[in-house]
């Protein structure tokens, strides 16, 4: 996704090096292999989500989430559906991938359009591929997906309903365990210093990254040459009623035994003396 863009024109453009750091970007197709890899050691960190980090730490493994990213997630409905809003989604089936964040991001946007829990019929499709060829082929109703997999479902007459950039969801975070943070103080600094000034950069000129879209983040040519980018924003960390939030729906899913203290699943250090 366009969370991953501003570590990429980082080392593209030699931003890190800069810096006097040396980063190895490693490429997961799947969240599983990624907090696998996270949990053998074999990667310090990873461009995650909130959910994840809440799962991590309750199932023994310690990580902090250190930033905000800027990803995108949205809700879209078929070609041929008539459905304009959230609430016509009452009852109505909608492809998802199961007790992710794509599955909170379709539960927070009913509650926000005002539905009561479980108003939607959510329906396990895992594979985006198909999730998008379902939906385009109306097959069914409606869909939750990432980029670049929204984009192409808009280009291909897809409606969106809603995304998460105007939801005000924070979801997507940088995250390290505690021991790589302390060890690695200065260089996640310096690599945090790298990382904003790439972000300005494609904020300045995003067309001149389209390609980087297709090259490095397997865009189709189609949705890179329209994706309108996200506005990267200084590294933060998000509020704390977004991580209780997140912690709460995963109790509610019984995929966490205990709420979490909001402290122990952060750390400020990164993103403080700037």
Do not use: C
């Amino acid at each position: 996704d366009a969370d991953s863009l501003p570590l990429i024109v980082a080392d593209n453009e030699g931003l890190f090096q800069k810096e006097g750091i040396s980063v190895k970007l490693v490429r997961f197709s799947s969240a599983i292999e990624r907090d696998s890899a996270l949990q053998a050691g074999k990667i310090d960190g990873a461009v995650t989500d909130v959910l994840a980090v809440v799962l991590a730490n309750q199932g023994g493994f310690p990580l902090k989430i250190t930033s905000l990213t800027n990803g995108r997630y949205g809700v879209a409905v078929s070609p041929k559906s008539n459905i304009q809003s959230m609430k016509e989604l009452e009852g109505k089936n909608i492809a998802v991938s199961l007790n992710t964040i794509i599955h909170y991001f379709a539960d927070w946007s009913a509650r926000e359009a005002g539905l009561k829990a479980d108003s939607l019929n959510l329906v396990p499709v895992p594979k985006m591929p198909v999730r998008l060829e379902m939906l385009l082929s109306d097959q069914i109703p409606a869909a939750v997906m990432p980029e670049p997999f929204l984009t192409t479902a808009k280009l291909r007459g897809a409606k969106i309903l809603v995304s998460s950039d105007d939801s005000g969801l924070e979801a997507g975070v940088l995250a390290f365990p505690p021991s790589v943070i302390a060890k690695n103080a200065d260089t996640l600094k310096r690599f945090y210093r790298a990382y904003w000034n790439a972000a300005q950069r494609i904020n300045a000129q995003p067309d001149q990254y389209r390609n980087m879209l297709i090259e490095s983040l397997s865009f189709p040519d189609e949705a890179a040459r329209v994706f309108v980018f996200p506005r990267y924003v200084k590294p933060r960390l998000p509020v704390q009623t977004s991580i209780e939030t997140a912690a709460q729906w995963l109790l509610s899913k019984a995929l966490i035994k205990a709420l979490p203290k909001t402290a122990d699943l952060v750390d400020a250090s990164m993103v403080t003396g700037w």
